[in-house]
């Protein structure tokens, strides 16, 4: 089966730039997450949905970061304006159900660099 | 409040045995998972656990002790290409995941 589909896999930008990723998940999974990894870090959770609605958000900075998911398929990631310190990997993973045994499959990962 | 602990950076010898520890203070628990990552690469499924005790798969095994808030997992026979990041992460609820910081193993030869 296809992976989770991530891009762009590079971006660079100027701080209050805006940027935005995409992703495409497996096949039939209903369950989307976005994380945020920093170097040398765990992936942190930012936002989680089911189909198309929002499961969890709260660790999402949302005076500058929004995501969404139409139809309940790809998914969107934004952040406007960009920081310093949103310089991370941000990868996103999905689960065929948001169940106990339904481990995550992550994309490759979009590195944002912002300087 | 949630948190989990592993050693940030591991060696050991091409052909050994490496046991990674976790502990975890998590307000809930409903499951505790294992993921590799190679340097610039995405996270995969290794192991879960949710009961106590050992589950084993192939060369990769990993423990579970609930009262204790602890788990390891171990690697036998390792081969160079195990060198990676090792995450524990943990369920706290259904459907949300935790994650440690990693630990950096690095195989010698």
């Known amino acids: 089966e296809a992976g989770v589909a991530q891009s762009p896999r590079y971006k660079i930008i100027e701080k209050r730039q805006s940027v935005a990723f995409w992703c495409n998940p497996i096949?039939?999974?209903?369950?989307l997450y976005w994380y945020q990894q920093i170097l040398g870090q765990g992936p942190k959770l930012l936002i989680q949905?089911?189909?198309?609605?929002?499961?969890?958000d709260s660790q999402l900075p949302k005076d500058r970061f929004s995501a969404e998911r139409l139809k309940g398929v790809d998914s969107t990631l934004k952040i406007q304006p960009a920081k310093l310190e949103d310089s991370a990997v941000y990868l996103c993973?999905?689960?065929?159900?948001?169940?106990?045994?339904?481990?995550?499959?992550f994309g490759n990962g979009t590195r944002l660099t912002v300087t | 409040g949630q948190n989990i602990d592993q050693p940030t950076e591991m060696t050991a010898t091409e052909g050994a045995i490496v046991q990674i520890n976790c502990t975890y203070q998590?307000?809930?628990?409903?499951?505790l998972f294992w993921y590799q990552q190679h340097a610039g690469e995405a996270p995969t499924f290794l192991s879960y656990?949710?009961?106590?005790g050992l589950e084993e798969k192939g060369r990769f095994s990993s423990f579970l002790s609930r009262s204790k808030g602890y788990s390891y997992l171990l690697l036998k026979e390792l081969q160079m290409k195990d060198s990676a990041s090792y995450l524990c992460?943990?369920?706290?609820?259904?459907?949300?995941?935790?994650f440690g910081k990693g630990t950096k193993l690095s195989v010698k030869p």
């Open positions: 993973a999905s689960s065929l159900v948001s169940g106990l045994n339904s481990p995550l499959h």
């Open positions: 096949s039939g999974h209903a369950t």
């Open positions: 949905f089911q189909n198309n609605g929002v499961v969890d």
């Open positions: 998590t307000s809930g628990f409903n499951g």
């Open positions: 656990n949710v009961l106590d």
């Open positions: 992460a943990v369920s706290p609820r259904q459907g949300n995941l935790i």
